[in-house]
């Protein structure tokens, strides 16, 4: 499975931004898709998933209430819409793919994209 993000760029602290993921090379529908982020000097964390196997998602604290993840099968493209975003949401952002069941760590997710950089200003 191949995945290419975008969708990253520069926004005012406020503003809105939606990352894409398209995925070829596999069965889009049975992997679990999620997001990750990592800023230098950090480890990469989880941000949102949604699972393979319906609309359960799952997102990190920090997010809630303002990021939601997407999919559409038919296009093969997970999607990260993410609003209200804060300078402290600065990061490259990873789009990811998992064949298990419930993916947990980034360790249990079998493919990754090349990440999109995501900067808010003050």
């Known amino acids: 499975v191949q995945l290419q993000a975008c969708g990253g760029g520069l926004v005012q602290a406020g503003g809105s931004l939606r990352l894409s993921c398209a995925a070829s090379?596999?069965?889009?529908?049975?992997?679990?898709m999620g997001w990750f982020r990592q800023v230098p000097g950090k480890e990469r964390e989880s941000v949102a998933a949604i699972w393979w196997s319906g609309p359960s998602t799952y997102y990190a604290d920090s997010v809630k209430g303002r990021f939601t993840i997407s999919r559409d099968i038919a296009k093969n493209t997970a999607y990260l819409q993410m609003n209200s975003l804060k300078p402290e949401d600065t990061a490259v952002y990873y789009c990811?793919?998992?064949?298990?069941?419930?993916?947990?760590?980034?360790?249990?997710?079998?493919?990754w994209g090349q990440g999109t950089e995501v900067t808010v200003s003050s």
């Open positions: 090379g596999g069965t889009f529908s049975l992997y679990t």
């Open positions: 990811a793919a998992s064949a298990r069941l419930i993916p947990l760590y980034s360790r249990d997710y079998d493919y």
